[in-house]
């Protein structure tokens, strides 16, 4: 539906529809990847934007709209990932907290906190990664719903060791891992 932005809340936009009926463009409902309260801020009264019907609650007399709707879904270009999954990362940002990172091949974005940037606590200094330096992490959580993917560099560096130990021998055998490899 097309409509005209008659009021902006604290909880959303108040668009003018055909039939002097309004809708509510909730704040989670306005952008896929940046906060309601951002984009809000974008928005005018008088604007003429295009919106999605989510739902029509005839008793309470609501009609509940939504911007991204529009767009497609990034968990839908996610494809056949997975938790488990090993993906390559591209570094948007580094922060004191961790690094910002853009999952090659798909539009979806995750923060890696500083504890999950390596195995060793030494090499977790997120100074060492680099805007556009690429790094492959494991998927350590994957909720299509929540819009949530969580990677791991650290849960990586843990499974390939695993993985080295169980082929080429057990650390019981008295060799370490760097004999091993």
């Avoid at 907290?97 to 798909?106: L, N, P, Q, R």
Wanted: glycine share 10%; hydrophobic share 35%; aromatic share 4%.
């Amino acid at each position: 539906v097309d409509g005209e932005v008659k009021n902006k809340t604290e909880f959303g936009l108040f668009l003018g529809l055909d039939g002097d009926v309004d809708g509510m463009v909730h704040l989670s409902d306005l952008d896929w990847k940046r906060p309601g309260e951002q984009v809000i801020d974008e928005y005018k009264k008088g604007d003429q934007i295009r919106a999605k019907v989510l739902d029509v609650d005839v008793e309470k007399e609501r009609i509940s709209l939504g911007i991204k709707q529009l767009e497609g879904d990034p968990m839908d270009a996610a494809g056949d990932l997975k938790k488990g999954s090993v993906v390559t990362c591209e570094v948007i940002e580094v922060k004191d907290s961790g690094i910002e990172a853009k999952i090659v091949g798909t539009d979806l974005s995750t923060f890696i906190r500083r504890s999950e940037l390596a195995r060793d606590r030494g090499e977790q200094r997120p100074e060492r990664f680099s805007v556009g330096q690429r790094v492959d992490a494991r998927v350590v959580q994957f909720d299509r719903r929540a819009h949530k993917v969580q990677v791991s560099i650290k849960a990586l560096e843990v499974a390939e060791e695993k993985e080295a130990i169980a082929q080429y021998g057990s650390s019981d055998s008295g060799a370490t891992l760097g004999d091993i490899l």
